[in-house]
């Protein structure tokens, strides 16, 4: 299963500095030559520097560093983490998240919850699923019953292979907003693992009428009903799963699955198979 984070994507560098008081904002721009305009013009380079950061990771780097020298302060260091996030180097990225908290997150709960949350999904995406959670988990400090946060906790303890407690999370996010089909994709996930395959399924029919023609939810939904050992229905979700998205990592493990079970169709199915393949960035 994949988490589809949004806390690195470029959009979201507006909505750091935007949580920011304008005092905070204002105090940001060190250069001598900042003036009124200079907490927009912060606001901006943040938001150039971060879509660079999805692009061109070197390059992104390179241009924080240059704006650090030029006064850029700690959005130049918060860029310059970005950077090292998509060039897969999730620890460091995660260890500088982290230290900008006291400051970028200064006085703000939504601006520092934020930035854990970025720290988190770092960790994550290094293997630390331990820290990822305490991360999550002062975020929610920060900013109890945020529903995105929730889903993000429940995906580090699901990773941590502790899925009642990310059930626990997953029912907390879905009583806030019932109308998050990645939630119910998630429990679904968390209930294969544990072999409530009924609860699983009754997950999945949730997460595809909101949502339908997932190729992940019928991929999944293949999946459990041929752990419950109902292999023709898992093969003809499979066969669904490539119809509706071919070229996509749910397409291909489906195209997989059928074809570890291509000599045992009509028998009871004795594995899961794939859920899908790990993503390369967030």
């Known amino acids: 299963m994949t988490r589809r984070n949004p806390y690195l994507s470029a959009a979201l560098a507006l909505g750091l500095f935007a949580t920011l008081p304008a005092t905070q904002a204002a105090s940001a721009a060190t250069t001598p030559s900042a003036g009124p305009s200079s907490g927009l013009d ?5 938001q150039a520097c971060a879509a660079k950061a999805e692009a061109n990771p070197d390059g992104a780097k390179a241009d924080a560093m240059r704006w650090q020298e030029q ?45 854990l949350g ?12 331990g820290r990822a959670e305490r991360l999550y988990s002062a975020a929610l400090d920060k900013t109890p019953g945020d529903t995105d946060l929730l889903i993000d906790r429940a995906f580090a303890r699901a990773e941590g292979e502790r899925f009642w407690d990310a059930i626990a999370d997953l029912d907390a996010a879905l009583s806030r907003d019932p109308r998050r089909a990645d939630a119910y994709l998630y429990r ?26 997932d190729p992940e939810a019928i991929l999944l ?31 291909r493990a489906a195209a997989d ?24 960035s967030p």
Request: proline content about 4%; hydrophobic content about 40%.
């Open 42 to 46: 912060r606001n901006r380079e943040l």
């Open 188 to 213: 679904a996930t968390a209930n294969k693992a544990l072999s409530n395959y009924r609860q699983a399924l009754a997950d999945i029919d949730h997460a595809l009428e909101l949502k339908p023609g």
């Open 118 to 129: 970025r720290a988190g999904w770092a960790w994550l995406r290094a293997g630390d699923q």
């Open 221 to 251: 939904r293949g999946n459990v009903k041929a752990l419950g050992g109902n292999l023709p229905a898992a093969r003809d979700d499979w066969s669904l799963t490539r119809r509706v998205s071919p070229d996509s990592d749910w397409g």
């Open 257 to 280: 699955n059928l074809a570890r079970t291509a000599d045992v169709a009509g028998a009871k199915g004795k594995e899961a198979g794939k859920d899908t393949a790990k993503p390369k």
């Open 71 to 115: 006064g850029g302060g700690d959005f130049a260091k918060l860029c310059y983490a970005l950077a090292q996030f998509h060039a897969g180097e999730f620890k460091a990225a995660g260890t500088q998240m982290e230290a900008l908290v006291p400051t970028l997150g200064k006085d703000d709960p939504k601006a520092a919850a934020s930035l």
